[in-house]
Structure formats: structure tokens, C-alpha cells
């Protein structure tokens, strides 16, 4: 099923926010500053790279296929950051232009990893890191509260999220070093339906409707009771130049 993210950016930029766990560990470990140049690829509604060129006041590019995605990122930081239409597979930026490249809840979607890789590596300066913030099987599996109300969104995500190990060895092939991984948490309460109501998460468009009703209700009875309990958490996949 294929998504069209034009049609989501509304209920990406009333839902969906940074995750600060996430946001804490791309600044810590990439050690960026206010003379460095930073590319978010697949920037959505401009949630971390505008968030990063507040915090740090370093130079900030996004790029972002969705003509909406990218207003609704416009409308929400004027001039802080460069905000470009592009793809991950065709960025087109100077070679050893950036100091970090990143990207959060995006590689699922790049059809070409290889074609992306290589023009990352391009475009970095020698030193400089990527960072893949996505999802492991086990995090798949585990999500809460998304996994356990609408337990069909898990087989949804392993067809279309690529292994860890397997990207892990494509950004080897693609002449990046020093590859590790890292992962964050993030504790939370959710305290209503709308950001589920609304299908402000991708996989809620990957199942059926009568799966999706059945989820949306046995999360309205679970709030009846009080606040449920989520954990958001992240894989960092890091690689250097």
C-alpha cells in the first residue's frame, strides 16, 4: 500500500513532535557546533532540524520529498533553516559540503539505500558522521503503546523496515567506517486518541479499517481507566567518513 505523505501533513504537524531522547543523542554524539554545516534528509514538517538550528545556530539544510510536508516545515521556521524539495537517492549538494547528515523514521522509505549512501559519503567532509535514527525488529515488536493496540501494524513494519545488520553492512559497502549503534528511550503518557484517531503514525495507513476501529477502541476503553503508558525508542545507526 502505497502512503501519500501530501495527504498526511496536517496530522504530522498537529501530532507529531521531537522525540528529546532522539534529539539529545544526535547532538551529543555528533559533537556539531555553530560553524557546522547539518542536513536533515526526509525532514517531514521540520520537527529536528529546526530544533537543532535553534539549539546549536549552526547552518541547517532539509530536504523533503512532500510539497505539504515541506510548507508546513516552511510556515513553521522561516529563513532558520534551507528547506529544499529533494530525495535521499538525489541529493544534490557539493561533495564534502556537511559535517552531519541524519535522518529520523525516513530509510524505510529510500528506495535506493546504495544511491543514498554514496552521495552521503560524497558530501561529507572527511570526519564527518551519518546517523540513522530508525527501527529494530525487537523495537517493532515492542512498541507501546502502537504494537499493542494495533498488534497488525508489527507484520506491516517488517516488510518494509529494512534489518539493522543489513544497513550496517550497505553503509560499509558504501566507504563508511567506525559503524555502530546506539539506542535512546523515551518514557510517555498518552493522555487522548487524537494523534491515533487522526493516523498521525504511518502504519496505522498499512492495515485494514476494521483493524484500525478495533485498536481505536480498545485504546478509548484503556483511557477510560487513566493515562496509558508509552515508551518511544530508537536505533542510532552511526557511520564516519
Known amino acids: 500500500m502505497k502512503i501519500e505523505y501530501d495527504n498526511l501533513a496536517n496530522q504530522y504537524e498537529r501530532n507529531r513532535r521531537i522525540n528529546e531522547a532522539v534529539l539529545k543523542e544526535l547532538l551529543a554524539t555528533s559533537r556539531i557546533d555553530g560553524s557546522s554545516r547539518v542536513l536533515d534528509v526526509g525532514c517531514g514538517t521540520g520537527n529536528y532540524i529546526l530544533a537543532i538550528a535553534e539549539r546549536v545556530g549552526c547552518q541547517c539544510w532539509g530536504i523533503e520529498p512532500s510539497d ?9 521556521g522561516p529563513g532558520q533553516v534551507t528547506l529544499l524539495k529533494g530525495s535521499a537517492e538525489e541529493m544534490m549538494f557539493p561533495d564534502s559540503f556537511f559535517d552531519f547528515i541524519f535522518s529520523v523514521d525516513v530509510i524505510h522509505h529510500v ?28 523495537i517493532i515488536r515492542t512498541r507501546e503503546p502502537l504494537s499493542r493496540y494495533f498488534p497488525e501494524t508489527v507484520e506491516a513494519e517488517f516488510r518494509r523496515y529494512p534489518p539493522v545488520q543489513q544497513l550496517k553492512e550497505e553503509l560499509r559497502q558504501s566507504g563508511f567506517t567506525r559503524v555502530t549503534e546506539t539506542t535512546t528511550e523515551l518514557p510517555y503518557l498518552v493522555t487522548d486518541l487524537q494523534a491515533y484517531a487522526e493516523r498521525a503514525f504511518s502504519s496505522l495507513h498499512l492495515i485494514s479499517d476494521d483493524a484500525f476501529d478495533r485498536g481505536l477502541a480498545r485504546m478509548k476503553e484503556a483511557l477510560a481507566s487513566g493515562p496509558v503508558q508509552g515508551i518511544s525508542r530508537y536505533m542510532h545507526v552511526w557511520a564516519g567518513k
Open 111 to 138: 528506495a535506493d539505500r546504495k544511491a543514498h549512501f554514496v552521495r552521503a559519503h560524497a558530501q561529507l567532509v572527511n570526519g564527518g558522521l551519518l546517523c540513522i535514527v530508525t527501527d529494530s525488529a525487537e
Open 68 to 76: 505539504n510536508m515541506l510548507a508546513a516545515a516552511r510556515r513553521r
